[in-house]
């Protein structure tokens, strides 16, 4: 055997077999009909408020196409979207399934419409529109005094500050408690309202959040139909006004 054969032909095995790896690579990803990771099933989880049918359209998937080539990147860009969607995650699940799970924003406040009295337009988190009702009784808190970039489902509450008081008093609780507007007509002095006229001055909405946390705390030590008003404007101990207490 002439010197540097049996070297020849390992490199030429290992040439073929190379050749017959990127072959079946490139077959796998353009070859249509070739089944090995066809696109067979769509499952769509998290969704409440938006159906399955709109997501699963939305996303664009085609059934049958390759699993490996599927724009999963596009599908979740068109997803978020949607005004309900707060965040969206696709994974390919092999050999022929994709798993979408949606996390949608949670109501925190409604707005009156400013194009139609007699509606409501619910705010979601981050201070997006994600629903127009006509529910005369909504169970969230109500936002007076705030601007909107627009009156339909994707528009925003325009200052982030309000944005950032109304999540914070979805957090701690009040906005399906005793209080049931909030209004912010004077950034400077925000007021929560509630059952039989009471009321609780908030002071700016700058800074809001400590002054939250402190009314939070403090309607775990009080009664609180027994005050007419509380303020919280000045940092602090609260200013508590009892009702009056009539003598018969």
């Known amino acids: 055997m002439r010197e540097g054969e049996p070297k020849r032909r390992a490199i030429y095995r290992v040439a073929v077999i190379g050749g017959i790896l990127i072959a079946a690579a490139i077959i796998t990803l353009y070859t249509p009909w070739l089944r090995l990771f066809d696109l067979r099933e769509i499952v769509v989880r998290g969704n409440c408020h938006i159906s399955t049918e709109e997501i699963t359209y939305l996303a664009g998937f085609r ?3 390759s699993l490996l080539r599927t724009p999963v990147s596009r599908a979740s860009k068109a997803l978020l979207g949607l005004p309900w969607v707060k965040a969206v995650s696709i994974q390919r699940v092999y050999p022929h399934r994709l798993e979408i799970v949606i996390q949608e924003r949670t109501p925190i406040a409604v707005v009156s419409d400013p194009a139609k009295g007699d509606s409501l337009l619910i705010i979601g988190e981050g201070g997006v529109i994600v629903k127009q009702t006509s529910d005369e009784a909504p169970t969230t808190l109500l936002a007076r005094g705030v601007n909107l970039t627009g009156d339909a489902p994707g528009a925003r509450l325009v200052d982030e500050r309000v944005v950032v008081a109304l999540e914070c008093i979805y957090r701690k ?4 408690g005793p209080f049931h507007l909030i209004d912010f007509s004077d950034p400077s002095s ?6 039989d006229e009471l009321k609780v001055a908030l002071g700016p909405v700058d800074g809001i959040g400590p002054r939250i946390d402190a009314l939070a705390a403090l309607l775990l030590t009080i009664d609180l139909p027994e005050y007419r008003s509380i303020d919280l404007r000045f940092g602090g101990e609260a200013i508590l006004v009892p009702r009056k207490v009539v003598n018969r």
């Open 173 to 176: 609780g009040l906005s399906e």
């Open 190 to 195: 925000v007021t929560l309202h509630g059952e």
């Open 63 to 65: 059934m049958g196409g």
